[in-house]
């Protein structure tokens, strides 16, 4: 025995304690697509994008760019509630400037 629901603004109605999908997981075989899609195209995606970030990280040193003090970056209203106020929670002393220059120069 099932429920009908008349749903407000639909032109359909729904059964109560049915499932509202389309119905394709339920043939047969939808098990054994899915797995396949997971070993075949998945996987070896997930594969690929480990050896791109074993090869980038083993390319060599990045590059920092050249200090421009433009007016609308590094606006401080007050200081950080942190450490000596200047540097941000993931500072990076190499690569991320203060408010006038790197640290280093």
């Known amino acids: 025995m099932s429920l009908l629901l008349r749903i407000p603004g ?4 729904v059964h109560v304690g049915q499932s509202m999908s389309s119905g394709t997981h339920r043939k047969e075989g939808s ?3 899915w797995k396949a899609l997971s070993y075949f195209v998945v996987l070896p995606g997930v594969g690929a994008s480990m050896l791109n970030v074993f090869l980038k990280s083993h390319h060599g ?3 920092r760019s050249k200090f421009m003090a433009y007016p609308h970056l590094r606006i401080r209203s007050k200081p950080f ?4 106020g200047y540097h941000t929670v993931f500072h990076n002393s190499p690569m991320n400037p203060l408010l ?3 640290e280093d120069e």
């Open 10 to 13: 639909t032109a359909g109605v």
């Open 31 to 33: 098990g054994q697509m």
């Open 61 to 63: 040193k990045h590059q």
């Open 81 to 84: 509630p942190w450490g000596n």
């Open 100 to 102: 006038t220059s790197y």
